[in-house]
Every structure is written in C-alpha cells, then in structure tokens.
T-cell receptor
Framework: DAKTTQPTSMDCAEGRAANLPCNHS???????VYWYRQIHSQGPQYIIH???NNETNEMASLIITEDRKSSTLILPHATLRDTAVYYC??????????????FGQGTELSVKP | GAVVSQHPSWVICKSGTSVKIECRSL??????MFWYRQFPKQSLMLMAT?????????EQGVEKDKFLINHASLTLSTLTVTSAHPEDSSFYIC????????????FGQGTRLTVV
C-alpha cells in the first residue's frame, strides 16, 4: 500500500491561504490522491481527490506534482471553521475491497484569528 | 454529497454486554461499507470491509467474533461489539461507497462507545 507523510501540525492566519503538503513517493500509476478532513468528534468529510491533473472545487484546490510523488491541498481563504485534522490518503486495492481508505496521522491545521 | 447516518451517536454500556451500531446510507445504495475505530488523539483505524450480501473482510488483528458485521441490505450495515470491555471504548465510524471503483467514500458522524 502506498503511504503518505504529512506535517504533524500547521498554523494559518484567518483569511489567508492554507497550503497543506503531502508526500506519496510510492504511489502507483492508477492510485488516486484523496483529501479528507475531520473536525473534532465528527466523521471525516470528503474534500477533493485527483489522479494527476490539478483539481478545484468549491472547498479547495489540489495541486499534484508532475511525478505524482507529492501534492498540496490549498484552502484559498481559511476560516476558523477550517480548523481540523486534514488527511491525505492514497486509495488502495481493487476488486471487492477496492477503494478502502487507509488513514495516516494527518495534519492538524489551526486557523487563528 | 451523499448522506451516511450512524445510530446511536453515543452509547454507554456495562462491561460484558453487547452493543449494536447501525450505519445507513440515506440517499444512495452502498455496495461496500467500511468500519473504522478511532482512539483519542489517534487516526482512524480500518477494522473491516463489508460488501452487501457477503461476509465482511477483517483487517489483521481485528477479532471477527468480537466485532460482528452484518451488511444485509444496500442501505444498512451493523457493527455489534460483543461482550464489550472498557478497552473497547472508542469512536466508531462507518463509511459507505456507492459501487466498486467509484470515487469518494462518505462517512457517518461516528458513534462514541463508552464501556463502564
């Protein structure tokens, strides 16, 4: 299974862009990069995913390097409600177990006023 | 996104009793559901994968006779913690996926289990 490494914690000023890095140097060619976040005592919330092209939705942008060994999640204008643990996950497997998400330790993002 | 609902949100039970947690996909049919456990200040740990109509596949180190999973319909999976002990106290979270190979999985809000 491809693994990811993320910084343990990050701070961001409210209103500024939050850039969360993730390394996934052993990712396979058909594995996607997923980002989820978990606010305290809640279930994880899907943010965005991508294969090799950069992606953008109403929540965030995902920038994947050309060699796919790393990616960055960008929250363009962070708010206090974006304070959460952010997980970068590479989707593994196939067949009946295809798509199971294995969580690493994530990055604890603190957005400060 | 699609909605996954867990019930109950929290439960307190006595040691030695069994507790059932339900996970429902409210607006889609989930062929695959996943069960996770999360201890305080730790990440989510995958416990098992269940496919509708077949036996669950458990991750290494997870006791299948202790954590009974039933995925009898396309909208409901249940996790039963049998003979619960205080060390089973944890945050249990389910997620559901529409079909094999589909994109994102949707998560329930979690169930806080406290065994006293």
């Amino acid at each position: 299974d491809a693994k990811t490494t993320q910084p343990t914690s990050m701070d961001c000023a409210e209103g500024r862009a939050a850039n969360l890095p993730c390394n996934h140097s052993t990712i396979s060619g058909n594995e996607y990069v997923y980002w989820y976040r978990q606010i305290h005592s809640q279930g994880p919330q899907y943010i965005i995913h991508g294969l090799k092209n950069n992606e953008t939705n109403e929540m965030a942008s995902l920038i994947i390097t050309e060699d796919r060994k790393s990616s960055t999640l960008i929250l363009p204008h962070a708010t206090l409600r974006d304070t959460a643990v952010y997980y970068c996950i590479v989707r593994v497997g196939g067949g009946n177990q295809g798509g199971k998400l294995i969580f690493g330790q994530g990055t604890e993002l603190s957005v400060k006023p | 996104g699609a909605v996954v609902s867990q019930h109950p949100s929290w439960v307190i039970c006595k040691s030695g009793t069994s507790v059932k947690i339900e996970c429902r996909s409210l607006d889609f049919q989930a062929t695959t559901m996943f069960w996770y456990r999360q201890f305080p200040k730790q990440s989510l740990m995958l416990m098992a994968t269940s496919n509708e109509g077949s036996k669950a596949t458990y991750e290494q180190g997870v006791e299948k006779d202790k954590f009974l999973i039933n995925h009898a319909s396309l909208t409901l999976s249940t996790l039963t913690v049998t003979s619960a002990h205080p060390e089973d106290s944890s945050f249990y979270i389910c997620s559901a996926r529409v079909a094999s190979g589909s994109t994102e999985a949707f998560f329930g809000q979690g169930t806080r289990l406290t065994v006293v």
